[in-house]
């Protein structure tokens, strides 16, 4: 009888001991008791746009108090790959962070339909509302929230006009499978037959479709407009290879693609806006606010920059009061 005791005694003592350390460590204490907070980022492939996004959001967490002393960040990169998505989505449901940056829509698109109740910051994400992300841009009323890389399609085709006052037919290339990339395009084609221009338009679905896409619209068209297109932009030198040769001049709604050949771009700051979204992270890590109730951010002051030499190239002169106002680079 004694030894049954002393064995019931221990068991009673192990149980408390374990039911303690349970009522210590969980997910949902991390806050009172000094745990560092995890965060996940999951980017859609690597380019410059997308690199610059992550960075600013990294640093906005630091500057808002959430350094590496303070939080643990898992960071991924599907390389554009959709199966490399559903990984690394999955990698996140089991590891349930506190928070997960999605840079770019495919991605954001993969977590938030998998992880309903994870906070979701997206960045480079072009239409939310659009993208089946939030109910809308006020009151996303979801899990997710974040910072828009939308701008008016206008403004480069509006560029391209100052540019090539005598231009009749404007090209148009996008992925047919990004979503953001359509909305972009349906946008651009409406607002350039506004105008009296003539639109040819080229859908690829992969970047080895890209050099073929470009050479079918030699000889058809003044120039080329590409959205905020990821599958385009991970590969803006193949496509200015061709243009180059068949001297269509490029412009592009994001900086990255001017510096990568394109003639011009107008374009919202992807650091700023990774600082914009990594702002609103740190809100939501603290407790400040959450995303279901935290608008959709977006940029006014939008960039334009010139490849001046791409210009000298294709013999194309700057409008002096476009240069005083432009990047040239």
Request: proline fraction near 4%; aromatic fraction near 4%.
């Given at each position: ?35 560092k ?12 746009s ?48 506190d ?106 679905s ?16 003044d ?29 592009a709604a ?16 992807y ?20 995303p ?28 002096e ?9």
């Amino acid at each position: 009888m004694k030894t049954w005791m002393k064995y019931t005694a221990a068991a009673v003592l192990a149980a408390a001991a374990l039911a303690g350390l349970s009522g210590c460590g969980g997910s949902g204490d991390k806050a009172t008791s000094g745990a560092k907070k995890s965060v996940a980022v999951v980017q859609l492939m690597q380019h410059g746009s997308l690199d610059a996004a992550n960075k600013g959001f990294m640093d906005a967490l630091a500057e808002n108090g959430y350094g590496p002393d303070k939080i643990e960040v898992d960071q991924q990169n599907a390389q554009g790959d959709q199966s490399n998505l559903k990984s690394i989505t999955a990698r996140f449901k089991s590891a349930d962070p506190d928070l997960i940056c999605a840079i770019g829509t495919p991605a954001a698109q993969s977590v938030a339909n998998e992880m309903t109740k994870t906070p979701i910051v997206g960045i480079a994400i072009t239409d939310y509302v659009q993208a089946k992300l939030v109910k809308s841009n006020d009151a996303p009323g979801t899990n997710v929230t974040g910072a828009s890389d939308q701008n008016p399609v206008s403004a480069p085709i509006d560029l391209a006009m100052k540019l090539l006052p005598n231009a009749k037919t404007a090209g148009l290339l996008y992925c047919s499978s990004e979503m953001n990339s359509e909305v972009q395009a349906n946008e651009m084609k409406a607002y350039a037959e506004s105008i009296g221009l003539n639109v040819e338009t080229r859908t690829i679905s992969s970047v080895n479709d890209i050099q073929q896409a470009a050479e079918s619209l030699a000889g058809q068209i003044d120039f080329l407009y590409i959205p905020t297109d990821n599958v385009i932009a991970s590969s803006v030198p193949t496509l200015t290879k061709v243009t180059d040769a068949a001297g269509i001049p490029v412009f592009a709604a994001y900086e990255q693609a001017e510096k990568e050949g394109a003639l011009a771009a107008v374009s919202v700051d992807y650091y700023r806006l990774g600082k914009q979204a990594g702002a609103m992270a740190a809100k939501i890590l603290s407790g400040k606010a959450k995303p279901e109730t935290t608008p959709i951010e977006t940029q006014k002051d939008l960039i334009v920059v010139i490849n001046k030499a791409v210009a000298e190239n294709l013999g194309i002169t700057i409008p002096e009061d476009l240069a005083k106002t432009a990047k040239i680079q």
